[in-house]
């Protein structure tokens, strides 16, 4: 049994399998944030005149086009933010929501308001509840960790095919190196992996998933060469503080009590699920990045991770709600959470295809090729 040790940096721990440490008890984790940095951070006149020009090139794209560039939005923080931002920058977006079902009200009344104040056009993409039901379920049921990925790969999905129905280039994402480096491969993998979400489906599900947003290998290499997909934070001098005040202050925007929160799957898969029966909090890795950032202390995030992830009540009334909407009975679910651990790994992938060495020895030449189509 590996012994518990935490970051001496960041609230990093060995609850992440593959974790390291150096001679310093600085984790890898750390190291990843401090390279992210400097490939992606560009800060002073030289990050205004890599904004200016990151501008221009959208704005040339989308010459007469009712929109310039498209926008993925949740109702969260940082979503919420890249839409504030990108119209304080001149562009004429187009914002997409996924509907899968699970959003809180809150989150739909953040949505609604924020976009009416800034005079941005909404497409809500509903999915088809009865097949995404079932695809979830047979997640739960195949126990891996990763039962956010079905939601994740239907976003990506559906902003490509939007972008391509649209001729937009474009696509401006919340992603960013300042607030969210820290997650572990082990705690979410497979998000762009079609065959794996296609085999767990297979193996666990119980009707045909005809509707389901998807996009397959060949499909995902292509349209990283025909789209370009943007963090745009790191454009900017990105504080989570700042844009929580900017949000409220300026658009109306209500806090959700957690990062992602303002889905209630999420809220009940990352408070409850993760840590319960894998002994995964993503407290973890997202205090670990504001610590690096410098927006909290590390004292700070030891005495929030002293603390549920939230109230005890309010999980029993998600647990109740979240199996009984997803067709478990009680006994059901406790079987599932009881379920002996998988990982991406035990299933057929295209993660498998990719570690085989001749393609890993491919790998660097198929960057460049793509970064000269870009």
Not at 131 to 149: G, N, V, Y
Not at 153 to 175: E, S
Not at 318 to 346: C, H, Q
Request: net charge neutral; glycine share 6%.
């Amino acid at each position: 049994m590996t012994e518990y040790r935490m970051c001496a940096r960041c609230v990093m721990d060995t609850s992440d399998p593959e974790i390291t440490f150096d001679e310093n008890g600085v984790c890898n984790h750390c190291h990843t944030y401090d390279r992210l940095v400097r490939e992606h951070i560009v800060e002073g006149e030289a990050g205004r005149q890599r904004l200016e020009k990151l501008i221009q090139e959208i704005k040339r794209a989308g010459q007469g086009k009712q929109y310039n560039c498209l926008i993925g939005v949740s109702g969260g923080v940082d979503s919420t933010y890249v839409a504030y931002l990108v119209k304080k920058l001149g562009l004429r977006p187009l914002a997409i929501h996924l509907d899968n079902g699970w959003d809180s009200e809150l989150a739909v009344k953040n949505i609604e308001e924020t976009l009416k104040r800034l005079e941005i056009d909404l497409h809500t993409e509903v999915l088809d509840w009865e097949e995404f039901r079932d695809l979830q379920a047979a997640f739960l049921k195949a126990s891996t960790p990763d039962s956010e990925i079905p939601t994740d790969h239907a976003i990506v999905a559906v902003l490509g095919n939007m972008a391509a129905k649209l001729g937009i280039k474009y696509i401006l994402i919340g992603n960013n190196v300042r607030t969210e480096t820290h997650l572990p491969s082990a705690w979410s993998e497979g998000h762009f992996d079609w065959k794996y979400i296609r085999e767990v489906h297979r193996r666990f599900g119980a009707r045909p998933l005809k509707n389901f947003p998807h996009f397959g290998f060949f499909t995902y290499y292509m349209r990283m060469i025909a789209q370009k997909r943007i963090a745009i934070l790191d454009y900017v001098n990105y504080s989570k503080k700042e844009a929580l005040r900017v949000l409220q202050e300026e658009l109306g925007w209500k806090y959700y009590g957690g990062k992602h929160y303002e889905s209630i799957y999420t809220r009940f898969y990352q408070g409850y699920i993760l840590p319960v029966k894998f002994g995964y909090d993503k407290r973890r890795c997202h205090l670990s990045s504001l610590i690096c950032s410098g927006e909290i202390a590390r004292e700070q995030a030891l005495e929030e991770l002293k603390t549920p992830a939230y109230s005890p009540s309010m999980q029993e009334e998600d647990r109740e709600y979240v199996a009984k909407k997803l067709g478990f009975s009680d006994e059901e679910f406790t079987a599932i959470m009881n379920a002996p651990k998988k990982s991406y790994w035990d299933y057929p992938s295209y993660g498998h295809f990719m570690e085989q060495p001749m393609i890993r020895s491919l790998v660097p030449t198929i960057k460049k090729a793509m970064a000269l189509f870009k």
